[in-house]
């Protein structure tokens, strides 16, 4: 059981949006979706929802191809907020869950339920323009949320959210996912995406270009030596057989060639004076981010 | 409940509830009883208040029987003497007086007299001096009366006068006025909706979940019925006060007229809003909305001018030719038909053109809506947005 993105395409005009995009998200499963403005996220996100059609391959919900049956069941949180903004909070939320199939009284206890757990429940009888940015923030996730979605696809929640808003919307997420139900979104903030998500993905020019858990990806990227050497100048390790410096700083940091041989390294060091740190690291997900994005 | 049904009933809730909504249904009410009533009340000046004298006094009942006869409005009264009465149309008392003055009459007024009720006068004066001087010379006074009968023309008309030709007119009047205004008005509702919900992007979490044509046709019967609503209101507001004034009469052709009319009404409706949302469609921000939606408005003001220019004359006229042009029909026909001058045969030919054109209106206004809806920034050209798929 899973949502399966197939290879889909998508052009506008003579720019290529997206080349056969691919990547799946398993029943409770949290997926990231990462990768520089353009990359493709919000049309692959697009797509899945039908708002745009694609040019090629399907997006399928447990094997089954996503019609509007299916994406009744999804829960969307586009990147441009959405909300009829001289609406009152409650009768909104009513209104979209019925669009999705509730009852009345379903969507009255469900938008109820929501806007309490998101802290917004004396906003209910307020039009959604007289609401500060953050609570509209709310009523858009409490949107996504409030017809019981069994897929959820969120288009940068954590983005304009305060501190306090991001953990109840990484908590939200955690629960949605530890109830079952697949959850892709996509941001810029990588901590909070390293910190949250079970698998990432990252994109480049509408490709899947690396996936996987966040230690799998983290131990795809080239292993970096950090040596700290307080009295070494600026340039020491220049020159060093199959060393590439990556940066000189309080903490120079180097990757190594598979001939290369870390014990001259440390030599080297020593040479300078005292070495307080010698540490092989995998890269944080922030720099894996920076060497496939560029590459 | 099915998405058109639940977006339609939004629709509706929301601009019935809408302050403005309110405002200008009171005030279209208000503009329209008193259209009705107040003319009524003004023309309502209780004919030429006429007076007569020391010698004319004996015209009296001559001069009353005469102005029934003529259909002339006028009230016939004695005066005391000539000084009396030439003060009283001083005064106003008076409108005019008829005097005997140095072997002469005199018609006395303040300003002017009704062209009409001085012909009357005067030839009953000269009829009577005339009658007065022939029995002085002689001649039998049945006999002359016999004469006098004989030689009066009487009117012999070709055609039966109508005599609600004037409600005809003015109920002819009105419904043209009301149909143009509402189509307008809701025209524009639609288009703000449909930017409303781009503006704001409210649209992409709504075409998530239903597609585009139920998210235009419930748009579409939410304002509709909204419309509707009003427009009902004004017809009780205008029939009661038309009933409360006399000025139409309450019988089966009158609700004959307001059936028809609200059929065109929605006819008309349902084609122009396909073509203000298709238009609207293609902006992102209520400034634009002016540029999309005056082309469209254009087509209304040829219809509702013609049908002005219509009113004003007798018979169909050029009006008759073009009320079954779709787009046009829907003003022109139901003001036709109040006027009096449309076949059922005209009437049916154009129902048919209007629902082909409404057919072809939904298919080209989805179309354009449905490739520009999610398309934010810069202005769509129709061409592109027919053209584009996705």
Known sequence: MSLDIDRISKRYGDVVALREMTFSVGDGELFGFVGSNGAGKTTTMRIALGVLSADSGAVRWNDKPVDLDARRQIGYMPEERGLYPKMKVGEQLVFLAELHGMSTADAKRASLEWTKRLGIEQKLDDEVQKLSLGNQQRVQLAAALVHDPKVLILDEPFSGLDPVAVDVMSEVLRTKAADGVPVVFSSHQLDLVERLCDRVGIVRDGQMVAGGTVDELRKSGTPRLSVSAPDAPTGWADGLAGVTVVEYGPTTVLELSETADDQQVLRAALGTGPVREFSWAAPSLTELFREVVKA | ????????????????????????????????????????????????????????????????????????DITVSTVDDAATATAEVKDGKLDAALVARDGGYRIVVKEELKPEVQALVTALVQQQATGAELIRKGVDPAELASVTAAATPKLETLEPVDPQAAARKGMSFLVSILLFMQLILLGSMVATGVIEEKSSRVVEILLSTVRPWQLLSGKVLGIGMAGLVQLVFTGVVGLAAAKYTGSIQLDGDTFGVIGISLLWFLLGFFFYATLYAAGASLVSRQEEIQSVITPINMILMVAYFISVYSVNTSGPGFAGKVAWIPGLSPILMPQQIAAGHASVAMMLLAVAAMLVAIFVAAWIGGKVYQNSVLRFGARISWKAALRSTG
């Open chain 2, 1 to 72: 409940m099915s998405p058109v049904i639940l977006i339609a009933k939004r629709e509706f809730n929301t601009r019935v509830r809408n302050k403005s909504f309110l405002i200008g249904l009171v005030v279209t009410l208000v503009i329209i009883a008193g259209a009705i009533i107040v003319p009524t009340l003004i023309k309502d000046d209780g004919g030429t208040k006429f007076a007569v004298t020391g010698s004319t006094t004996s015209l009296s009942t001559p001069l009353s029987e005469a102005a029934k006869k003529s259909n002339v």
